[in-house]
């Protein structure tokens, strides 16, 4: 094992999560990846359980865990029951915005290509890439994004 994937509690570190466990919600995260960092404690009376083991019974992913064991070696238990990714991080994960959004719509509501009775959310999405309205986006994406907002390809 790596080092990065041991988990050995210090007395302090052990009193600090039972004390987060003890005084949170039965199903809050917090208190989940507190009990997971106990349960993976691989010091001399701790449990020492596998990842997978803790994964199965907390619900938890092994990436999760992974995160985890990572965030604590960085800064101790508090820093990793408690880490939330960067603002930034969070921000830059959808490409959709409300300007998008509506450009999309009027895209759908103008008139469809030569040849085309009415829109499919194939061809507006391969349409938004050519007009460089976006990156890259899934018809998928473009469905869920319609109905959002009501809209109905058939109808119009």
Same mark, same amino acid.
């Given at each position: ?21 003890? %005084? =949170?919600? +039965? ?12 349960? #993976?404690?691989?010091? !001399? ?8 083991h803790v994964s199965e019974t907390l619900g938890l992913s092994l990436k999760t865990l992974a995160d985890l064991k990572k965030h604590y070696h %960085? =800064?101790? +238990? ?12 969070? #921000?830059?994960?959808? !490409? ?61």
């Amino acid at each position: 094992m790596r080092v990065i994937d041991i988990v050995r509690l210090t007395p302090e570190h052990l009193n600090e999560l039972n004390q987060i466990v003890s %005084q =949170g919600r +039965p199903r809050s995260r917090k208190v989940l990846l507190a009990m997971a960092l106990i349960w #993976l404690d691989c010091a !001399k009376n701790g449990p020492g359980l596998t990842d997978k083991h803790v994964s199965e019974t907390l619900g938890l992913s092994l990436k999760t865990l992974a995160d985890l064991k990572k965030h604590y070696h %960085q =800064g101790g +238990p508090s820093h990793a029951v408690n880490h939330t990714p960067p603002e930034n991080q969070i #921000l830059n994960r959808t !490409k959709i915005n409300p300007p998008f959004e509506e450009k999309l719509i009027a895209l759908a509501n103008s008139q469809a290509p030569g040849g085309r009775e009415r829109w499919s959310v194939r061809l507006l999405a391969q349409k938004a890439t050519e007009l460089q309205l976006i990156d890259s986006i899934s018809h998928m994406t473009v469905h869920r994004l319609l109905k959002k907002h009501n809209f109905n390809l058939a109808e119009n």
